[in-house]
């Protein structure tokens, strides 16, 4: 087994608990001890679906043939992450469903075969570009066709942008897609991107790949994503969320994309054409024969007309011909079921993890400054759990990277400065590792300062980044003060911004506006946590997490 397809494991195991512990049941009451509990593991596009699918299902009390009601338990985890999961043994799905076979077939090529027997669509979705009506109108929709290569362009010109948008939109078109490594979705961009510089419907192949025109058209598009998510639902989400100016456009399935209110997000069809997530759902064969027939059932029930009804009304393509096509799929989303046009064949497995090579070189390199807490009320193991926590962070980041950190109490020490991570990783986790906790908070003073830090290292060929944790009030700083023009330093250079409000003490206020400010995220954290928020931050500027990494 090639264990560089495990890199990152430990780390997916802390998301997926919050993941699971979010979004992990969704039935009020719970199994009785007779019932057949079925545990049902599927990519989140299809949650908000299947929590009401399960929930009627469950209700009805459908039983066995020797009389045994089924009891469904769902889990949303996305298609790189649940194969991990599952080949870990941290999860055992009865029924699972990705977003294609093809996952069940990388499952198998880590040694797990059981999945790849017994799979049935229960619906299906293209993947669309999702984009801001209005910035679809000013480059020509519905009447001209946008594609891959367009949208790429257009993102990493801001010339050109500016031409189309008026300058109405930003200084950018700003884009985003979920992380190759965890979602399907991610994966099946960056094959679209090769299909389209290949010109090709039929599958490509690894040379088609390693071809330099196709790595170089690769290469263009990433170079200008601006934030990579672990999910299409969450990056549809954030999208309609932070609006126009954090995200023009991402790329996502249609029911994502349809899936706020008024249809001020419309999917486009990339005129290359495009993959459709045909959410197969695939029985354990290697589970015990009741195990089977209960999620044999809950599939039956998932394929026939009321279950399929919901799914049309969450924004996804039905499998029943019987099924009336009512909105969101309709013109007033900015949905065309004759689209798309061009169906991209499925990829191997092989291409699978080729592609996701060509990411690691493809996406800009990262140049990170990260600010710690260590003040006196970081002992103990809130300090600890910080320090695993940034140690495995650092271990995720690309050789290329560049890393900046500073320690701050009530005084800053500067641990790295510029270092590129690769021939300096080791050094730099082992400065991690000897800090220790005491004295006052100058948290204002280290954001500035790590700001002028990046603004000495800055690139055009790299993302910057400032990722900054306290946990608490300032109450030391005396170069810097909270205000709007402290936010417009640290988001300057267009650096994105991830702040952590470690513990209850920590001054959410003024890290949510620094993060939100900054176009990054904002995360409340604790102990149990902060392992988890890292990961998902290491995600969102791709680091070397999941399947292929």
């Given at each position: 087994?090639?264990?560089?397809?495990?890199?990152?494991?430990?780390?997916?195991?802390?998301?997926?608990?919050?993941?699971?512990?979010?979004?992990?049941?969704?039935?009020?009451?719970?199994?009785?001890?007779?019932?057949?509990?079925?545990?049902?593991?599927?990519?989140?596009?299809?949650?908000?679906?299947?929590?009401?699918?399960?929930?009627?299902?469950?209700?009805?009390?459908?039983?066995?043939?020797?009389?045994?009601?089924?009891?469904?338990?769902?889990?949303?985890?996305?298609?790189?992450?649940?194969?991990?999961?599952?080949?870990?043994?941290?999860?055992?799905?009865?029924?699972?469903?990705?977003?294609?076979?093809?996952?069940?077939?990388?499952?198998?090529?880590?040694?797990?075969?059981?999945?790849?027997?017994?799979?049935?669509?229960?619906?299906?979705?293209?993947?669309?570009?999702?984009?801001?009506?209005?910035?679809?109108?000013?480059?020509?929709?519905?009447?001209?066709?946008?594609?891959?290569?367009?949208?790429?362009?257009?993102?990493?010109?801001?010339?050109?942008?500016?031409?189309?948008?008026?300058?109405?939109?930003?200084?950018?078109?700003?884009?985003?897609?979920?992380?190759?490594?965890?979602?399907?979705?991610?994966?099946?961009?960056?094959?679209?991107?090769?299909?389209?510089?290949?010109?090709?419907?039929?599958?490509?192949?690894v040379e088609d790949i390693n071809k330099p025109i196709v790595q170089a058209s690769v290469s263009a598009f990433e170079s200008?994503?601006?934030?990579?998510?672990?999910?299409?639902?969450?990056?549809?989400?954030?999208?309609?969320?932070?609006?126009?100016?954090?995200?023009?456009?991402?790329?996502?399935?249609?029911?994502?994309?349809?899936?706020?209110?008024?249809?001020?997000?419309?999917?486009?069809?990339?005129?290359?054409?495009?993959?459709?997530?045909?959410?197969?759902?695939?029985?354990?064969?290697?589970?015990?024969?009741?195990?089977?027939?209960?999620?044999?059932?809950?599939?039956?029930?998932?394929?026939?007309?009321?279950?399929?009804?919901?799914?049309?009304?969450?924004?996804?393509?039905?499998?029943?011909?019987?099924?009336?096509?009512?909105?969101?799929?309709?013109?007033?989303?900015?949905?065309?079921?004759?689209?798309?046009?061009?169906?991209?064949?499925?990829?191997?497995?092989?291409?699978?993890?080729?592609?996701?090579?060509?990411?690691?070189?493809?996406?800009?390199?990262?140049?990170?400054?990260?600010?710690?807490?260590?003040?006196?009320?970081?002992?103990?193991?809130?300090?600890?759990?910080?320090?695993?926590?940034?140690?495995?962070?650092?271990?995720?980041?690309?050789?290329?990277?560049?890393?900046?950190?500073?320690?701050?109490?009530?005084?800053?020490?500067?641990?790295?400065?510029?270092?590129?991570?690769?021939?300096?990783?080791?050094?730099?986790?082992?400065?991690?590792?000897?800090?220790?906790?005491?004295?006052?908070?100058?948290?204002?003073?280290?954001?500035?300062?790590?700001?002028?830090?990046?603004?000495?290292?800055?690139?055009?060929?790299?993302?910057?980044?400032?990722?900054?944790?306290?946990?608490?009030?300032?109450?030391?700083?005396?170069?810097?003060?909270?205000?709007?023009?402290?936010?417009?330093?640290?988001?300057?250079?267009?650096?994105?911004?991830?702040?952590?409000?470690?513990?209850?003490?920590?001054?959410?206020?003024?890290?949510?506006?620094?993060?939100?400010?900054?176009?990054?995220?904002?995360?409340?954290?604790?102990?149990a946590s902060i392992v988890a928020i890292y990961d998902e931050m290491s995600a969102a500027f791709g680091g070397a997490v999941?399947?292929?990494?």
């Open positions: 087994m090639d264990q560089k397809r495990f890199r990152g494991l430990p780390l997916l195991v802390g998301i997926l608990a919050v993941v699971m512990l979010a979004c992990g049941s969704f039935t009020s009451n719970g199994p009785s001890g007779n019932d057949e509990v079925v545990e049902v593991v599927a990519n989140t596009s299809l949650g908000r679906w299947l929590e009401e699918a399960v929930a009627a299902f469950n209700e009805a009390e459908v039983e066995t043939a020797d009389g045994k009601p089924v009891y469904v338990q769902l889990s949303l985890v996305e298609s790189g992450e649940a194969v991990i999961d599952i080949v870990n043994g941290e999860i055992t799905p009865d029924l699972w469903l990705p977003e294609e076979v093809v996952w069940a077939n990388i499952l198998a090529d880590q040694g797990i075969t059981g999945y790849q027997g017994d799979c049935v669509s229960v619906a299906s979705s293209p993947l669309v570009i999702a984009m801001w009506r209005p910035v679809a109108e000013s480059l020509g929709w519905p009447g001209l066709e946008i594609g891959w290569i367009d949208v790429g362009s257009l993102a990493a010109d801001p010339s050109l942008w500016n031409y189309y948008s008026g300058g109405l939109y930003g200084d950018s078109l700003r884009i985003g897609h979920t992380h190759p490594g965890l979602s399907g979705s991610g994966a099946s961009t960056l094959l679209a991107l090769v299909q389209a510089a290949e010109l090709k419907s039929d599958a490509v192949t200008a994503v601006s934030t990579f998510s672990t999910s299409t639902a969450s990056l549809g989400q954030t999208m309609n969320e932070r609006g126009i100016s954090y995200l023009g456009a991402a790329v996502m399935y249609e029911s994502d994309a349809i899936s706020g209110e008024g249809g001020d997000i419309v999917p486009i069809y990339p005129l290359e054409g495009t993959f459709v997530a045909t959410h197969p759902a695939c029985i354990n064969s290697s589970a015990d024969p009741q195990s089977q027939e209960a999620a044999a059932l809950f599939r039956d029930y998932l394929r026939e007309e009321e279950a399929q009804q919901l799914a049309v009304s969450y924004g996804l393509r039905p499998v029943n011909s019987n099924v009336s096509i009512v909105s969101p799929l309709d013109e007033a989303h900015g949905v065309d079921l004759s689209e798309p046009m061009t169906i991209f064949q499925s990829p191997s497995v092989e291409t699978v993890y080729a592609v996701q090579d060509l990411w690691q070189s493809a996406r800009k390199e990262v140049n990170l400054v990260m600010l710690l807490d260590v003040s006196g009320s970081m002992e103990g193991g809130k300090i600890d759990n910080m320090l695993d926590a940034a140690v495995q962070f650092v271990n995720q980041m690309g050789d290329d990277d560049t890393i900046s950190i500073i320690a701050f109490s009530d005084q800053l020490l500067l641990l790295a400065d510029f270092q590129q991570v690769g021939p300096a990783r080791n050094q730099i986790t082992s400065a991690i590792e000897g800090l220790e906790a005491g004295g006052d908070t100058a948290l204002y003073d280290a954001i500035g300062e790590g700001a002028v830090l990046l603004a000495n290292s800055t690139s055009p060929d790299s993302t910057n980044a400032m990722v900054v944790l306290s946990d608490g009030q300032d109450t030391y700083s005396f170069r810097y003060f909270f205000d709007q023009s402290l936010i417009d330093l640290a988001a300057s250079n267009d650096t994105t911004v991830f702040a952590i409000a470690y513990g209850d003490d920590a001054d959410e206020d003024i890290l949510s506006s620094l993060a939100l400010g900054a176009q990054g995220n904002f995360y409340r954290g604790d102990e999941g399947v292929g990494r």
